[in-house]
């Protein structure tokens, strides 16, 4: 095998690893994709909401799906996608629900993270302010995609009185306190980096690495994402659209935000998480695999684990109906305590 070739397959298999998903949208000449389950998937929510500014300037693109008195979530995408991969959730679930969904800085159409600041607590405060920006009074259930999972946990640490305020319940899908990814690194890692290299210096492997997984016209993209990030039975439109995502992910998020979540330990913000707490995670997850959401419900306050079957990394969007029925069985009894309450004080 060439040189190139080498490196092109090591790309794709190291990207993928690491952070899932990298390549184009089409593994050989012969797989076509389907052009309206790609602009079906790419719909956004009809209200917008920004932009919202976070504390260091940074413009957050926000959306909004339902009634504006109906009770509310809040989701937050995962690393290298956007505010789209909760496609199936405002979809599904904005008759009963307010669903408000955003960009995290540096992705999809928000600003690029002012002074590039790309950290897990950048992330946080990127959550608190759309949380800020709801009308006042309003209470949510949060729900948080792997890295927007780890973002939740940051803006505990920071702002550990949402949680006693505008939190009302919180929803880790795919996610760990820490060492989120290096676990899927493996090998891999040590593979990109030398001996007393850092993590930083790895992160930039891999994304230069994914250049040439881009520029190449043998593409592993979509095989190895379906390998590493879904379960067996994800539709292919489905592995395509994130797969578009993540390679349109910007440099500074392959690099600056990988090192950021390869190193954090949040762990010691758990204890703010003073909420019911659900953590649901994938049979197939190989990025944060069950063990680690055993871990992360068990030290959780008050936290409950569940296992969606077949799924893999993105179960919202793989196995959307299940994710749904599990996330309204959830949201919905713990925002209506809260109105339930709120009536009590009123009278």
Not at 44 to 65: C, I, K
Not at 71 to 87: I, K, N, Y
Request: net charge positive.
């Amino acid at each position: 095998m060439s040189r190139k070739r080498t490196a092109i397959v090591t790309a794709g298999l190291a990207g993928a690893a690491v952070a899932g998903v990298v390549g184009r949208t089409v593994l050989n000449a012969r797989r076509r994709t389907d052009p309206e389950a790609n602009e079906r998937l790419s719909l956004l929510p009809p209200e917008d909401l920004g932009p919202v500014r976070s504390f260091d300037g940074t413009d957050l693109a926000v959306r909004a799906a339902g009634k504006a008195a109906a009770p509310a979530l809040v989701f937050a995408h995962g690393f290298s996608l956007d505010l789209t991969s909760w496609h199936y959730q405002w979809i599904g679930l904005s008759e009963r629900f307010r669903c408000v969904l955003f960009d995290f800085r540096s992705h999809g159409r928000s600003g690029r993270a002012a002074g590039g600041d790309l950290s897990p607590m950048a992330l946080g405060h990127d959550l608190a302010a759309v949380l800020d920006a709801l009308p006042e009074g309003r209470r949510a259930v949060v729900v948080g995609h792997s890295m927007g999972a780890m973002a939740m946990l940051a803006m505990a640490e920071s702002r550990p009185d949402l949680f006693a305020g505008r939190v009302e319940g919180a929803v880790f899908a795919g996610a760990a306190s820490n060492d989120l990814l290096r676990g899927a690194m493996g090998s891999v890692t040590e593979l990109l980096r030398p001996r007393l290299g850092s993590i930083r210096q790895a992160a930039s492997r891999v994304n230069r690495l994914r250049g040439y997984v881009l520029s190449s016209p043998v593409d592993v993209g979509h095989l190895v994402a379906r390998i590493t990030q879904f379960g067996p039975h994800a539709s292919p439109h489905v592995v395509d659209h994130v797969v578009r995502l993540a390679a349109r992910a910007p440099s500074e998020v392959w690099t600056d935000g990988l090192a950021g979540l390869m190193d954090m330990d949040l762990r010691h913000s758990l204890r703010h998480v003073r909420v019911p707490s659900l953590v649901l995670v994938g049979e197939h997850d190989r990025v944060t695999p069950p063990s680690s959401a055993v871990a992360l419900a068990d030290a959780l306050p008050d936290g409950r684990l569940e296992i969606l079957e077949s799924a893999g990394h993105i179960p919202m969007m793989e196995a959307h109906e299940e994710f749904n029925r599990r996330l309204e069985d959830f949201a919905g009894p713990v925002l209506a305590r809260r109105a339930k309450r709120t009536r009590r004080k009123g009278a």
